[in-house]
């Protein structure tokens, strides 16, 4: 934090490979990681969706031969607009920023795309993903529900997938493993549930929450947080083998 009370920004978020580094290692697959800026209550920052999505992309790339991309740190949060600082942009941008992403990639020989989303509210990545098909990039959307939920279960998240929904013990406890620094000492008392949010889309985040956290974010812990990425980390091995590019045999043609 400066002297005039403002966070400085997160080390560690943009990959250093240079060109020739990635010449020798000829990856054949990216990951994108996709955050946000908006509010995370008192106790978390404006970038803990990035913070998130570059965490489990570059753990993704300590263990498997990808290209790690720098993070998009600007997307749909449409619905967290009334806190200040939080940022957004439209849908449609998204998509076109991360489909023309697919197609720089495609033209210099990368044929497999992951999107490494730390928003939920990026609803139109799952389009992006859907209508790959057939461009020449095969693309895939991680973490899925399914991944999250046995992360969870893994490092004995208490609260449920629904009741977390904002800023609550998932999320802090990962920052808590990984930028312990970036956490205020507000969390033990932000306790907020608000399972009822039937019209959110409609309405925003603000009916039902004044702080901004949904979820449970006093039972979050480090310890926590270090079994929650080391569960992701495991579920991406079935996307690699997923996207992984066709093995030639041996003397056909390509």
Request: hydrophobic fraction near 40%.
């Amino acid at each position: 934090m400066t002297a005039s009370g403002q966070r400085t920004s997160p080390p560690g978020l943009l990959p250093t490979d240079t060109a020739e580094e990635v010449r020798q290692r000829q990856p054949k697959m990216a990951v994108l990681p996709i955050g946000s800026f908006e509010q995370h209550g008192a106790h978390l920052p404006l970038t803990t969706d990035t913070v998130i999505a570059c965490t489990i992309a570059a753990e993704v790339a300590a263990t498997h031969p990808v290209l790690l991309l720098p993070p998009l740190t600007i997307s749909c949060s449409q619905e967290h607009a009334a806190w200040p600082g939080t940022v957004s942009i439209s849908a449609a941008t998204l998509h076109t920023v991360v489909t023309d992403i697919a197609a720089s990639l495609r033209r210099s020989g990368i044929g497999a795309l992951v999107l490494v989303n730390g928003h939920g509210g990026n609803y139109v990545l799952r389009n992006v993903v859907q209508e790959s098909a057939g461009t020449g990039t095969r693309m895939a959307l991680f973490p899925g529900p399914a991944d999250w939920d046995a992360a969870r279960r893994r490092a004995g998240v208490v609260t449920t997938s629904h009741s977390d929904m904002h800023a609550g013990e998932a999320e802090t406890s990962l920052l808590l493993h990984a930028r312990p620094e970036l956490v205020g000492p507000g969390y033990a008392a932000a306790d907020h549930v608000a399972d009822d949010r039937k019209h959110l889309l409609t309405l925003g985040l603000t009916p039902y929450t004044a702080s901004g956290v949904i979820g449970r974010p006093s039972l979050a812990s480090a310890a926590k947080g270090q079994e929650l990425l080391a569960g992701l980390v495991d579920a991406f091995g079935e996307y690699a083998a997923l996207l992984a590019p066709a093995e030639v045999p041996r003397g056909a043609k390509r």
